[in-house]
Structure formats: structure tokens, C-alpha cells
DNA sequence: TTGTGTTTTATTGCCTCC
DNA sequence: GGAGGCAATAAAACACAA
């Protein structure tokens, strides 16, 4: 009870601060956001302030200056969240759609529809392009191997003989480091476990 | 005018440093 | 142990919509 009439008379002469002193003070705050002692008296008595009065103002003014701060990070770092999470949120739906392509090219290999089966491990992606296989059983893109190719190669073959007589037939031979080789291709270099089937 | 939310000044209690 | 800083809080002053 007195208490808080005590309280409400220690604050009865409270003012707020002119806008000349506000500017001072934070002219000050400025340059030294702790100042020494004998500053802050230097400054009370250009004022017209208590010591205490200055020495209050200085620490309020650091919590607002040090709340104002955080707010400022918590916004950046939200924005950074954000950001990440709309990557995140592409990159999932991406993944959710090759997903679902794998799980549809395995459905044709496992129903034998329009893919070709090279063996019982892998298809091809491409009926132009041998070089693209699906691993059925790790959903992964593979190197093809001896026999994967054995017979792909032997289907090209033939119909570079097809084609070769039709140029004959025109009198024009193709060139023989034009077009088809295997040896030209890059992909070789990656090709791992003991796939080497460029040697046929 | 008044109720309510925000800002500013001041107090209190605890902690650290010398 | 005293001085000074900080966090939490009180309360006065202020802004503003209804």
C-alpha cells in the first residue's frame, strides 16, 4: 500500500527529456556508447541532468540499441530460412517427379511394353542411344556391359551394312571416322567394374 | 473524453570486475 | 566490498482510435 504511493511520489517530478537533450545524448551515444564517469558528469551538467539521469539514459539506451539489433538478425536470418526453404521445397517436388518417372519405366520393363529389356537387369532409356540403361533394381543410370551391348552392337552392325550398301548403291562411301563409333565417346571414361566392352 | 497500446524514464536485484 | 553494467519491471508520458 504505501509502497506503491511511495512509489507513485518518487516518480511525481519524472519528465521526459527536451529534444535538444535527446539529440545530445545521442550524439554521444554515438561515438561511445559507454562513456567514462567523468563524462557523464561533463554531459550532466551541459544538460542540466542528474549524473544518474545520464548514466540511466545511457544504459536504457543500450537495451533498445541491443533489442533493435536482434530484431534486425532475426529478420535476416528469417529471410535466409525462407529462401532455403523454397530451394528446399523445388528440389523436392523435382525429386518427386523423377520418382515417379522411375517408378513408370520400371512398370514397362516389368511389363515387357514398348521398353527393351537388354538383360534381366537392365532397360535401355533410349532405343536410339545404347548407352543410357536403367538399373531396374537400383533405379540408377549404368554403363552397359559386355553383353548388354553384345547384341546392340550386333543390331548396329547390321544396319551400317544396310546403310553402307544404300551409299554404294548411290557411289558414295561414308568416310570412316564419320559417325557411329563408339570410341568417340566421352562416357567411356566414367565406365567402371570391369564394363569393357569397347572391346568388341 | 477515455480506454488502450507504446515509449521513455527510473528502480531493483543480481552479477562481474578490480 | 564498492562501482558499474545488465535484465526485468514499474510507472509516467505520450499517441491515437473510437
New binding site residues.
Partial sequence: MS??IK??S???N????SDD??KSLETMFETES??E?RLKQHLANKLG?QP??V??????K???S?SKQIEQEYSMLKSNYDKLASQFEALRKENQNLLIQVDRLRRLADNGDGEEHDNKNHITLSSSDPRLLLDINTQELCMPTCSDLNRKVGYLEEEADVLNMARIAEGSLASPENGGSFESCTFLDNTGSGSQWWNF
Avoid: E, Y
Wanted: proline content about 3%; charged content about 35%; overall charge positive.
Fill in positions: 509502497g506503491s512509489k507513485s518518487k516518480h511525481s519524472r519528465r521526459r527529456f537533450q535527446i559507454r562513456p564517469l541532468l544518474r539521469q548514466a540511466i539514459w545511457f544504459q536504457n543500450r537495451a533498445r541491443k
